[in-house]
């Protein structure tokens, strides 16, 4: 799916974005996505590019995080030339990456949450590691304000915790939440 020929490209969902499949959204404008929640089907690959342009995740003015069953497995790739996230990126036992040629930022209201989870398969218990997360900034700086969480731990299984690897140019400002007890 591409975008071209605006200056924003504006999508609003009033419960969720979920990703299926290998699904690529390229914009040649600036990008706001606007929803309580985004996440995918176990396997399932979302980017989401705005070359050059910035990105914003956010939660919309009305609609908390829908308490659903989110998927494992799933991975969310977001570039631009600056990204922001402020709402949830569900991705248990997934991959989250976050990559700006500026600054990359993460608001109060972020979740990315690539925990590990304990499963149920045939009649069996399965314990799954946490995923990983993935921050670039080339040229410029990570922002984590205060009441943003990243979790890579565990979670609610036994396995072993993700991982978290923040590259920045600039400085990075950690003021929110990091989990990631094994």
């Given at each position: 799916f591409?975008?071209g020929?605006?200056?924003?490209?504006s999508v609003?969902?009033t419960?969720?974005?979920?990703?299926?499949?290998d699904?690529?959204v390229?914009?040649g404008a600036?990008?706001?996505?606007?929803s309580?929640?985004l996440?995918?089907?176990p396997?399932?690959q979302l980017t989401?590019?705005?070359p050059?342009?910035?990105v914003?995740?956010?939660r919309?003015?009305?609609?908390?995080v829908?308490?659903?069953?989110?998927?494992?497995g799933?991975?969310?790739e977001?570039s631009g030339?600056?990204v922001t996230?402020?709402?949830a990126?569900l991705?248990?036992?997934?991959r989250?990456?976050l990559?700006?040629?500026d600054t990359?930022?993460?608001?109060?209201?972020?979740v990315?949450?690539?925990?590990?989870r304990?499963?149920?398969?045939?009649?069996?218990?399965?314990?799954?590691?946490?995923?990983?997360?993935e921050i670039?900034?080339?040229?410029?700086?990570?922002?984590f304000a205060?009441?943003?969480?990243?979790d890579?731990?565990?979670?609610?299984?036994?396995?072993?915790?993700g991982?978290?690897?923040i590259l920045?140019?600039?400085?990075?400002?950690?003021?929110?939440?990091?989990?990631?007890?094994?």
């Open positions: 591409a975008v020929g605006f200056d924003a490209f609003e969902a419960a969720a974005v979920l990703g299926s499949g699904t690529t390229r914009s600036a990008l706001d996505l606007r309580p929640l996440a995918g089907d396997g399932s989401l590019a705005a050059g342009r910035a914003t995740l956010a919309p003015a009305t609609g908390a829908p308490s659903t069953a989110v998927a494992v799933a991975a969310l977001v030339g600056s996230a402020d709402t990126l991705y248990p036992a997934g989250v990456r990559v700006a040629d990359v930022s993460l608001g109060s209201n972020a990315v949450d690539v925990s590990g304990r499963l149920g398969f045939a009649g069996e218990r399965v314990d799954v590691p946490g995923g990983g997360v670039v900034a080339r040229t410029g700086g990570a922002q205060a009441g943003s969480r990243i890579v731990s565990a979670g609610t299984g036994d396995a072993a915790a991982s978290l690897r920045a140019a600039g400085d990075a400002s950690l003021a929110g939440v990091l989990e990631g007890g094994a």
